[in-house]
């Protein structure tokens, strides 16, 4: 069992950043695949960014791409979110996911991959 704990979401302006952060709990975090989506109300669960084991891959929804960077410390077993450049659309609860992967440079992209979920941080951002 792997524990996901995220912190660092709160209320900013349009414009601002945010640091999230998620820290796993296994000694086997380079194994994992970490994900970060979002929800808001009343809409879907979505994907907003990932990355491999390694961390040398990531892949990132088109709506936060150049906005958002995804990054890892596998020392740490933290995986962060850097969000700059916020917008109002951005306001949702944010969750981190992992899921083992067989290969360094694996990554996903679906919940369906992810086996383990943290709790989620809200993030708002007012216009």
């Known amino acids: 069992q792997v524990h996901l704990v995220e912190s660092g979401g709160g209320l900013v302006q349009a414009g601002g950043s945010l640091r999230l952060s998620c820290a796993a709990s296994?000694?086997?975090?380079?194994?994992?695949?970490m994900g970060w989506f979002r929800q808001a109300p009343g809409k879907e669960r979505e994907f907003v960014a990932a990355?491999?084991?390694?961390?040398?891959?990531?892949i990132y929804a088109d709506s936060v791409k150049g906005r958002f960077t995804i990054s890892r410390d596998n020392v740490k077993n933290t995986v962060y979110l850097q969000m700059n450049s916020l917008k109002p659309e951005d306001t949702a609860v944010y969750y981190c996911a992992g899921g083992v992967a067989y290969f360094s440079n694996t990554y996903y992209q679906t919940t369906d991959r992810y086996r383990y979920w943290g709790q989620g941080t809200q993030v708002t951002v007012s216009s």
């Open positions: 296994t000694r086997t975090f380079s194994s994992y695949a």
């Open positions: 990355i491999s084991g390694s961390g040398g891959s990531t």
